[in-house]
């Protein structure tokens, strides 16, 4: 720690701007890693081959951007009105990441928030079976791997007639993020007064009544916290996605990775479809980022 | 936590009868359509359905009977495991069930793409294993990329430092830092892995040879492939850890902190023995967190290198995956995952249970 040194010698206002210039110098470092990736691959979607392999890096100073990387996809200004294959076969991989995406984060949001409601509220009792057992069944769950149960899936779902299925996909994503929903949502009950729950069952409701009117409305940001880690973790998902789908229920990161193979220096179109690929998440970072990092930091703090 | 709610248990006899004929039809079929199904498919009888889908709905019908029945049996009782029952019915299915029969597959010698179908092996699997260099090899693989974590714990700390200090636009930099983490490993294999590593004409390759590396070749010798893949690795996921550490940073009683500068300690030193201690707890969280997802690593790996050079990068699951996808050798892959599991669930419990323990004696 260079900072500390002068601490002892220097004036306090020399020191202080040292300090802070490592500090900025730190912290844009890494914004640019972060950033740099990003840039290369939306840019270089509109790069010609020459530019690729000269290594411009800015546009209009050192290259001349084009419209080739979305217009390999059919998306750019001249080609959106004309019939595209490229384009459908990307739209449907597209709408397919987004309803698997979206219905398996709704599905374990609704099952993993009741569980946790009941976890945090309720003893059960069945057998020896008491509540942290069942929260441990739960969240033991995390660390399965994948591996392990997508080779059953495989052979299971071909005999439920389930393979290449967006169904059968939506169910495995839903089990997936299911102990991070739980995980999640028993720390957002735990911090909602029971009092209020009490006085909802004194005023004639009953539990499901005093769940659905007063419970949900408070925990609802938490919801939504869990709800955005789901889809996040959904979306990217491509080891299940590449083994149980083949040609009806594709997804988009299936998609990408088999288009990564044998494009040679074709680069424009493969950084067109993963600035495609990337960009609903970014967004969504970008927007939502606050419901993220609430989602990421339960557990963290006691 | 729990309240004690009023329990009224004051439901009518004829409805808990109604309860458990519900239940108790249901079963029935359930278990009469699975046997067909069985048999059937056993070809003891020419009933039954072309594939298992039909079963699948009556587990869901049934499903909903044991729930009703549960509502109408139990009354208010029934009320609150309802909130349980579904989730947990959910995971039944879907873990156990499958659990139970990957270790049916890995006493098999099956193929699918071979006409013959499957065959008992019995320990077969399991022999051919503990000899399979490839899937040691992986296995070790595993070890490098777990040590990589602590050095993505120390960035991740320290960024989180950064972010926590008297900064300006901090929203704006923890909105940056968090992006590689919103990013499909799919989509980050092909934008750093193929094209910013790439060896002609990528940026991080001219920088490397600006820098005097004169052949910045990332992935084809082993060491310096596997190191990459923890690069790639890393990137995507220190947002993770850092997210966690700055709430716990956040969550830091200020007094004590004041106190410590009061006292003169340096900023080292008042981390060291101040912030450091404290943070204890969230940096064991967020590590045992990150193994979790680290023991699932495949995608970078599966697209950017196929586990090359000569399974330099490996990791088991994407050793698996080629092994499904190359051979389509289920039984052998399953029992390897299964292997794989055993062992996962062996060193969690003693790790957690070794934190557990040391933790006690820290604090």
């Given at each position: 720690?260079?900072?500390?040194?002068?601490?002892n010698?220097s004036?306090?206002g020399v020191?202080?701007?040292?300090?802070?210039?490592?500090?900025?110098?730190?912290l844009?470092?890494w914004?640019?890693l972060c950033?740099f990736?990003i840039?290369?691959?939306?840019?270089t979607?509109f790069?010609?081959?020459?530019?690729?392999t000269?290594?411009?890096?800015?546009?209009?100073f050192?290259?001349?951007?084009k419209w080739?990387g979305?217009?390999?996809l059919?998306?750019?200004p001249e080609?959106?009105?004309q019939?595209?294959t490229?384009?459908?076969?990307?739209?449907?991989r597209f709408?397919n990441?987004?309803?698997t995406s979206?219905?398996?984060?709704?599905l374990a949001?609704m099952?993993?928030s009741?569980?946790?409601y009941g976890?945090s509220?309720?003893?059960?009792?069945?057998?020896?079976?008491?509540n942290?057992?069942?929260?441990?069944?739960?969240?033991?769950q995390?660390i399965?791997?994948?591996?392990v149960l997508?080779l059953?899936f495989?052979v299971?779902?071909?005999e439920l007639?389930?393979?290449d299925s967006?169904?059968g996909?939506?169910?495995?994503?839903?089990?997936m993020?299911?102990p991070?929903?739980?995980?999640i949502m028993?720390?957002q009950?735990?911090?909602?007064?029971i009092?209020?729950?009490?006085?909802g069952?004194?005023?004639?409701?009953n539990?499901w009544g005093?769940?659905?009117?007063?419970?949900?409305?408070i925990s609802?940001?938490?919801?939504?916290?869990?709800?955005?880690l789901?889809?996040?973790?959904s979306?990217?998902?491509y080891?299940f996605?590449?083994?149980?789908t083949?040609?009806?229920?594709k997804?988009?990161?299936?998609?990408v990775?088999?288009?990564?193979g044998s494009?040679g220096?074709?680069w424009?179109s493969?950084a067109a479809?993963s600035t495609?690929a990337?960009?609903p998440?970014?967004?969504?970072?970008?927007?939502?980022?606050s419901?993220?990092?609430?989602g990421?930091?339960?557990?963290?703090?006691? | 936590?729990t309240?004690t709610y009023i329990?009224?248990?004051?439901?009518?006899?004829?409805?808990?009868?109604?309860?458990r004929?519900?239940?108790?039809i249901?079963t029935?079929?359930?278990?009469?359509?699975f046997?067909?199904q069985?048999l059937h498919k056993?070809?003891?009888?020419?009933?039954?359905?072309?594939?298992?889908r039909?079963?699948?709905y009556a587990?869901?019908l049934?499903?909903?009977?044991?729930c009703?029945?549960?509502?109408?049996i139990?009354?208010d009782r029934?009320q609150?495991a309802l909130?349980v029952?579904?989730?947990f019915?959910?995971?039944?299915?879907?873990?156990?069930?499958?659990?139970?029969?990957?270790?049916?597959?890995?006493?098999?010698?099956?193929?699918?793409?071979?006409?013959?179908?499957?065959k008992?092996?019995g320990?077969?699997?399991?022999?051919?294993l503990?000899?399979?260099?490839?899937?040691?090899n992986s296995?070790l693989?595993?070890v490098?990329?777990?040590?990589a974590?602590?050095f993505?714990?120390?960035?991740?700390?320290?960024?989180?430092l950064?972010?926590n200090?008297?900064?300006?636009?901090r929203?704006?930099?923890?909105?940056?830092f968090?992006m590689?983490?919103?990013l499909?490993p799919?989509?980050?294999?092909?934008?750093l892995?193929k094209?910013l590593?790439?060896?002609?004409f990528?940026?991080?390759?001219?920088?490397?040879r600006?820098?005097g590396?004169e052949?910045?070749?990332?992935?084809?010798?082993p060491?310096?492939?596997?190191?990459?893949?923890m690069?790639l690795?890393?990137w995507?996921?220190?947002?993770?850890?850092?997210i966690?550490?700055?709430?716990?940073?956040?969550?830091?009683?200020?007094?004590?902190?004041e106190a410590s500068?009061v006292?003169?300690a340096?900023?080292?030193?008042s981390?060291?023995?101040?912030?450091?201690?404290?943070?204890?707890?969230?940096?064991?969280t967020?590590?045992?967190?990150?193994?979790?997802?680290?023991?699932?690593?495949?995608?970078v790996?599966i697209?950017?290198t196929?586990?090359g050079?000569?399974?330099a990068t490996?990791?088991?699951?994407s050793?698996?995956?080629?092994?499904?996808?190359?051979?389509?050798?289920v039984g052998?892959?399953?029992?390897m995952?299964?292997?794989?599991l055993?062992?996962?669930?062996?060193?969690?419990?003693l790790?957690?249970?070794?934190?557990?323990?040391?933790?006690q004696k820290?604090?």
């Amino acid at each position: 720690m260079d900072a500390k040194s002068y601490m002892n010698q220097s004036s306090p206002g020399v020191n202080l701007v040292i300090y802070r210039i490592l500090i900025y110098g730190a912290l844009l470092f890494w914004a640019f890693l972060c950033l740099f990736p990003i840039y290369w691959t939306i840019t270089t979607s509109f790069k010609t081959a020459v530019s690729v392999t000269q290594g411009h890096l800015i546009p209009w100073f050192d290259f001349t951007p084009k419209w080739i990387g979305f217009r390999s996809l059919g998306l750019s200004p001249e080609t959106i009105f004309q019939i595209s294959t490229v384009r459908e076969e990307f739209l449907k991989r597209f709408f397919n990441s987004v309803i698997t995406s979206v219905s398996a984060s709704v599905l374990a949001v609704m099952l993993g928030s009741l569980a946790a409601y009941g976890l945090s509220r309720f003893q059960y009792k069945l057998g020896f079976v008491k509540n942290s057992d069942i929260s441990f069944f739960f969240l033991s769950q995390m660390i399965l791997p994948p591996v392990v149960l997508a080779l059953p899936f495989l052979v299971l779902y071909r005999e439920l007639a389930l393979l290449d299925s967006t169904i059968g996909l939506i169910m495995l994503y839903a089990l997936m993020v299911l102990p991070i929903v739980i995980w999640i949502m028993r720390d957002q009950f735990s911090t909602i007064p029971i009092e209020l729950e009490e006085a909802g069952l004194v005023d004639g409701l009953n539990v499901w009544g005093v769940f659905m009117r007063i419970v949900l409305p408070i925990s609802f940001p938490g919801m939504v916290a869990a709800f955005i880690l789901c889809l996040v973790l959904s979306w990217n998902e491509y080891f299940f996605a590449a083994l149980l789908t083949s040609a009806d229920a594709k997804t988009l990161p299936v998609m990408v990775a088999s288009q990564t193979g044998s494009q040679g220096i074709n680069w424009w179109s493969m950084a067109a479809l993963s600035t495609a690929a990337i960009a609903p998440l970014a967004i969504i970072g970008v927007f939502l980022e606050s419901y993220i990092v609430k989602g990421l930091s339960t557990g963290a703090v006691k | 936590m729990t309240t004690t709610y009023i329990i009224t248990d004051n439901v009518p006899a004829q409805q808990k009868t109604l309860g458990r004929v519900i239940i108790f039809i249901a079963t029935i079929l359930l278990v009469a359509l699975f046997l067909i199904q069985i048999l059937h498919k056993t070809n003891t009888i020419t009933l039954g359905f072309e594939n298992w889908r039909p079963t699948l709905y009556a587990y869901l019908l049934w499903s909903i009977a044991l729930c009703w029945g549960i509502l109408l049996i139990k009354g208010d009782r029934g009320q609150r495991a309802l909130f349980v029952l579904p989730a947990f019915l959910f995971t039944i299915a879907m873990v156990i069930f499958p659990l139970i029969f990957s270790v049916y597959i890995s006493l098999h010698d099956w193929n699918l793409s071979a006409f013959e179908g499957q065959k008992f092996n019995g320990l077969d699997n399991f022999r051919a294993l503990l000899v399979d260099e490839y899937y040691w090899n992986s296995m070790l693989n595993m070890v490098y990329y777990l040590v990589a974590i602590l050095f993505e714990y120390a960035i991740a700390f320290g960024l989180a430092l950064l972010l926590n200090s008297q900064i300006v636009a901090r929203k704006f930099f923890r909105v940056v830092f968090l992006m590689p983490l919103m990013l499909s490993p799919v989509a980050v294999s092909w934008m750093l892995g193929k094209s910013l590593m790439e060896y002609r004409f990528g940026p991080a390759a001219n920088l490397a040879r600006h820098l005097g590396w004169e052949s910045p070749a990332f992935f084809s010798s082993p060491e310096i492939a596997r190191f990459s893949i923890m690069v790639l690795d890393a990137w995507t996921f220190i947002p993770f850890m850092m997210i966690m550490l700055l709430a716990g940073l956040q969550a830091l009683p200020r007094e004590v902190l004041e106190a410590s500068k009061v006292d003169g300690a340096s900023g080292w030193q008042s981390f060291k023995e101040i912030v450091f201690p404290l943070m204890l707890p969230v940096s064991v969280t967020a590590v045992v967190i990150r193994i979790i997802f680290k023991l699932k690593l495949a995608d970078v790996i599966i697209n950017v290198t196929s586990g090359g050079p000569g399974g330099a990068t490996d990791s088991v699951t994407s050793f698996i995956f080629r092994e499904y996808r190359d051979r389509s050798n289920v039984g052998y892959g399953t029992m390897m995952a299964v292997v794989y599991l055993i062992i996962i669930i062996i060193l969690m419990t003693l790790m957690l249970k070794l934190i557990d323990r040391w933790m006690q004696k820290v604090t």
